[in-house]
């Protein structure tokens, strides 16, 4: 099993950053794709941007020039590093890891990312 608490989010202004850590615990983080996805409200989760254990990233194309995803496996930590932030961005984050293969097993129970003008 695989607990993951993330931890970063708070206010920030449009044009701003901010890096969401997520700590996981548990066995399995080593071999684990991690993810990070976010839910704005009234909207469904969406995938921002997954990292595999061999360094391989994707991003959703409204992210892509502006979020990086990387991890400390010694430490046990996946971080998301946002830049230029805008209003849409403004969502609930949540850290998910794939131990399995077949999408997140694991979800955090997410952190707050509130964009202000």
């Known amino acids: 099993q695989v607990q993951l608490v993330e931890s970063g989010g708070g206010l920030v202004q449009a044009g701003g950053s901010l890096r969401l850590s997520c700590a996981a615990s548990?066995?399995?983080?080593?071999?684990?794709?991690m993810g990070w996805y976010r839910q704005a409200p009234g909207k469904q989760r969406e995938l921002v941007a997954t990292?595999?254990?061999?360094?391989?990233?994707n991003y959703a194309d409204s992210v892509k020039g502006r979020f990086s995803i990387s991890r400390d496996n010694a430490k046990n930590t996946v971080f998301l590093q946002m830049t230029s932030l805008k209003l849409e961005d403004k969502a609930v984050y949540y850290c998910?890891?794939?131990?399995?293969?077949?999408?997140?097993?694991?979800w955090g129970r997410g952190t707050q990312v509130t964009v202000d003008a």
């Open positions: 548990g066995t399995g983080f080593s071999r684990a794709v």
């Open positions: 998910a890891a794939d131990v399995g293969g077949h999408g997140a097993d694991y």
């Open positions: 990292l595999t254990t061999g360094g391989s990233t």
